[in-house]
């Protein structure tokens, strides 16, 4: 069996600063950006991938951070590996002495889950299948054995948790089959920049309504009168039947939050999102009782299991918005969508940046064949940008994600963008640094 | 006035690990380590220190994360910055590009603190006094403009604190004169090293209620009979009029640490500190619900301001330990000790390591002259190891703390020191790595 022999890693940032794509209240100058990693491996051709998303600065220290952490996985045992990747999670966040620096958050989280993922994208390659299809055909056992169940058994057992995927067993292959059929929701938050004009806006809301989006994202929270005008013409612009939703990217007190929400008046908001703090889970409970029946959606700076947890018991959110690149990687997102049915809550995850989209769509995935199965409540975020550096691109028709049939995890980039936005020596870099 | 002109990063790490000082049931190994940073000035003899303190592996990292974050402050004057630390603060941590590293915890997070605390030691030197002191002078509306009040509104405002800080403000001279006379309780961890003989912590436990402590903490949670035996012995040799607790170091689940607790018996415990995961303030609060009436303390890895508010708003809490190097800085623990005394909770800081009882201890005193006064409840741990190799070593007699006098934040260290054991290439390492 293939053998991990070393790898390498790649600051890669992308300069999507220089536009205002990707602007929003806290978010203002993003370069989108990827700490890459590859682990190589003894058989030709066969390389890992995993990467921590990051928005420019910094994006160096999440390489130093996955040195750090992949080291240990020089000369381990693909066959091996692929037999214990929950003991492998819980070895990694568990290290006595790294754990000191998170524990289980910021940079030194973000690169085990890189590190984790490009583990994952080696087993599914070596296995033939995209990661969704490699996970929902694990038993409920082997599942239960990817989480770390570490404080988590107030709200989920593993017993209770293997009740529930036993439960939906029998559905897998019928869940599948319409997936692959008719595909998963997603939403669009291409049109809803902050930097974008009025007209740009609505020209690209209707865009996306003609494209078969359901449901739209505004970025919101700079100036009350702004958002109330762009909701407007939103709403104008998409008619009553597709879906608005808002982004306050962290701006927001929490009073200030309910405040603003109930100022925006009537527009049928269908989520908030990332009111305020994504630490404060009591500050989230606190909005979602203020502004219904407007629901709250957050969770793509939400660190880790622990902090979903919280906002599940609070119910501190309504929309459960996992991300790829942030948690403890495949087995913490495993634990995160399990949460999240035990609740009762639609797993909506986050995506965009670069890659997000590719990599968190395997999760969305996974649910709905073998975990909640299909519901109207699921929708995945979708935008249109630099999926062109990607492996193997999202395939989003019709306001649908149809899933990859290639295999891997989802995070590998292609060579020659690798090169050329490799930071700051690369092409796109060169003149700007 | 002074300018900043450059600043260089040492990974320094003592070899705890080659003792079993230090070993708890989930830290097995720590080497005691500082990425410490100098901050280098145009004024001859005038450097500015702070640290990131860790457990050795990732030590090499976080000092990366402080060249990161230091490298702004190159070419700043230092009377400007002296009137605007907040400004400074929420320049460091709001960095739009670093933020999504955190936000506001983990490896970044805690450079931001060791490169705010390294200026605010500058800023004590250029004023000759030890921060407690330059704290305790400042006006209540200069000590309010410290905080970055963003996300802590719904739980304090600005106008609540000045109202507090000049409430104490006329018994600020009375507070301190009894400060500069009886110093500040401590406490002791040095008998209570799970890695100890009982024979060893036995003996420990009496040299320390002979040297004054009133309180001796014991690391717990590896083995229930040990812990039984270990508190049944630590109490037969303190008699009844010392108090003591226990930590456990993150070792539970929550209704774990309820039943563990509960069956310890009646051995009069004070507080358990750490008992599950610090970020579960859902779960901490449960716990403080389920071993009433034995108390929780936390806080040595709540990550930020955000988390202490929500463990104050849930009563996850009953005891407050702040610490001088995980969070952001001087200006956060100015949040963090105003946070405590709005809810009536007492700081009892985190020390230890190295480095920590030195930094942390201007908080407690600053608490004592200018927040919450002189009481009972406040107490500061203290261990007696590695204080050698600071500049201004703590000044602990008959278990209580003395304020030092020399002008400073506590965080530097002797060269000779940083030297010797200057990771891996200095004396102390070169045999070993």
Redesign the interface.
Known sequence: MAKITGFKTLDVRFPTSRGLDGSDA??????YSAAYLTLETDTPGLEGNGFVF?????N???C??ID?IAQTLIGRDLGQLSKAMGALAQELVR????????????????ATGAVLTAVWDLISKIAGKPLWKLLSDMSPEEIVELVDW?????ALTPAEALEMLKKVQPNRAANEAKMLAEGLPAYTTTPGWLGYTDEKMVRLSKEAVADGFTLIKLKCGASLEDDKRRLRLAREAVGPNVKLAVDAN?VW????AIDWINALGDVNLHWVEEP????????HA?IAKGIAPVKVATGE?C??R??F??FL??KGLSYMQIDSARVGGVNENVANVLLAAKFGIPVCPHAGGVGLCEMVQHFAMFDAVAVSGHHDDRIMEYMDHLHEHMSVPTDVRNGRYFPPSKPGAGAEMLKASLADFTYPTGPQWKDFV
Do not use: C, F, I
């Open positions: 806290m978010n203002k100058d993003p370069d990051t928005l420019g600065r910094g160096d220290l999440a130093d951070a750090l290290d006595s002495q790294v754990r000191w620096l998170g524990p289980e958050k910021g940079v030194t989280h973000m570490r404080y988590l058994t107030d962290q007190d929490v009073q200030e305020t703090n994504p630490d404060d889970v009591v500050g606190a700076a660190a880790n622990v902090m947890k919280q018991q609070l």
